[in-house]
């Protein structure tokens, strides 16, 4: 028989698929586009995400996968063959595909469903789902076997989770529907609200990656960035400058979202294991915990010591990798 072996960390921004042996080798956009006449796909990933806001109309460029979850089967379907097959799965009678896939811990059966019956369609053989905390927390490096509490605060494209692990489960969790996503959308607002001026998502992210602050003093360097949209009044392209206090402002009420959600787990954390936690610290994985100031936010709000891991953004699908060494 052969096979092989693959992690896939199936976020709304972006998928990650980890192999056995060989480490992470797919790191791309979970966009799809497709020609609507035909429904054919014209491009995934990448190349897809370059075509965000800028197709024609019978071109749809498209994230499958809305706050965590699958919203387009058919579109995820498409996306997931496409990706294993980059990987190196084949649908032959002989050949196995193993596959463990992440979730958002506050899914609900008919959304973890959907998921494994998505892999099992691309041809998986054996599917098994894992939540996005208990793979962000491996993947960490974080030694979860021991009768002792660790915190991990995911924060992704579509959801954030936050989680306290001991004894290689999870103890007490919260799983929101704020992430990269609701940033960028706030982004958009904040500008619309204060210069009249329309931009796109692609843009949003930029802004946010470039000057974006969850603290009120914004960012040491003082960072700016030219923004260029179209002008709601007038209708003609323009251009105007932000900086990362402004960005702080259209932040605020997402990271106060968070920040509630990591209070509230704590609250509900076993004295013994709070303890744990007050020695440790927590732990920020995902690609939201890279804007500036973030760890710092936390620390200041919990009293609690906060580090964001090394590498966050592959945090859960190098999780996914050392399920995989148990798992099959």
């Given at each position: 028989?052969?096979?092989?072996?693959?992690?896939?960390?199936?976020?709304?921004?972006?998928?990650?698929?980890?192999?056995?042996?060989?480490?992470?080798?797919l790191h791309e956009p979970s966009v799809v586009a497709i020609d609507r006449n035909t429904n054919k796909r014209i491009a995934v990933g990448e190349e897809a995400r370059m075509m965000l806001g800028r197709t024609p109309g019978?071109?749809?460029?498209?994230?499958?996968?809305?706050?965590?979850?699958?919203?387009d089967y058919q579109t995820t379907e498409l996306m997931l063959k496409y990706f294993l097959e980059k990987a190196g799965a084949k649908r032959l009678p002989f050949f196995r595909t193993?596959?463990?896939?992440?979730?958002?811990?506050?899914?609900?059966?008919?959304?973890?469903?959907?998921?494994?019956?998505?892999?099992?369609?691309?041809?998986?053989?054996?599917?098994?789902?894992?939540?996005?905390?208990?793979?962000?927390?491996?993947?960490?490096?974080?030694?979860?076997?021991?009768?002792?509490?660790?915190?991990?605060?995911?924060?992704?494209?579509?959801?954030?989770?936050?989680?306290?692990?001991?004894?290689?489960?999870?103890?007490?969790?919260?799983?929101?529907?704020?992430?990269?996503?609701?940033?960028?959308?706030?982004?958009?607002?904040?500008?619309?609200?204060?210069?009249?001026?329309?931009?796109?998502?692609?843009?949003?992210?930029?802004?946010?990656?470039?000057?974006?602050?969850?603290?009120?003093?914004?960012?040491?360097?003082?960072?700016?960035?030219?923004?260029?949209?179209?002008?709601?009044?007038?209708?003609?392209?323009?251009?105007?400058?932000?900086?990362?206090?402004?960005?702080?402002?259209?932040?605020?009420?997402?990271?106060?979202?968070?920040?509630?959600?990591?209070?509230?787990?704590?609250?509900?954390?076993?004295?013994?294991?709070?303890?744990?936690?007050?020695?440790?610290?927590?732990?920020?994985?995902?690609?939201?915990?890279?804007?500036?100031?973030?760890?710092?936010?936390?620390?200041?709000?919990?009293?609690?010591?906060?580090?964001?891991?090394?590498?966050?953004?592959?945090?859960?699908?190098?999780?996914?990798?050392?399920?995989?060494?148990?798992?099959?």
């Amino acid at each position: 028989m052969f096979g092989v072996d693959l992690g896939i960390d199936l976020g709304t921004a972006s998928v990650l698929v980890f192999a056995k042996g060989k480490g992470i080798i797919l790191h791309e956009p979970s966009v799809v586009a497709i020609d609507r006449n035909t429904n054919k796909r014209i491009a995934v990933g990448e190349e897809a995400r370059m075509m965000l806001g800028r197709t024609p109309g019978n071109i749809t460029a498209m994230r499958p996968m809305r706050d965590g979850v699958i919203a387009d089967y058919q579109t995820t379907e498409l996306m997931l063959k496409y990706f294993l097959e980059k990987a190196g799965a084949k649908r032959l009678p002989f050949f196995r595909t193993r596959v463990v896939v992440c979730i958002p811990s506050g899914v609900t059966d008919v959304e973890q469903r959907a998921v494994k019956q998505a892999a099992y369609q691309v041809g998986a053989k054996n599917v098994k789902v894992i939540e996005e905390p208990y793979a962000a927390a491996l993947g960490a490096g974080l030694d979860i076997s021991g009768p002792t509490g660790n915190m991990i605060v995911d924060i992704g494209g579509g959801t954030t989770d936050v989680a306290v692990l001991s004894l290689e489960g999870i103890v007490t969790k919260r799983s929101l529907r704020v992430g990269g996503d609701k940033f960028d959308e706030a982004i958009i607002r904040h500008i619309r609200r204060e210069y009249n001026l329309m931009i796109g998502e692609r843009t949003a992210e930029e802004v946010k990656i470039a000057v974006g602050s969850a603290i009120p003093e914004g960012r040491q360097d003082h960072a700016e960035i030219d923004v260029r949209g179209r002008d709601l009044v007038s209708g003609l392209p323009k251009t105007i400058t932000v900086n990362s206090k402004e960005c702080y402002l259209a932040l605020e009420e997402s990271v106060e979202a968070i920040i509630g959600a990591v209070k509230e787990v704590l609250e509900r954390t076993p004295p013994e294991l709070s303890a744990d936690i007050l020695n440790k610290g927590i732990v920020m994985t995902g690609g939201g915990s890279l804007i500036y100031g973030f760890d710092e936010r936390i620390s200041r709000e919990t009293g609690l010591p906060v580090t964001v891991a090394d590498d966050p953004i592959s945090c859960v699908a190098l999780g996914t990798g050392k399920v995989l060494e148990y798992s099959f």
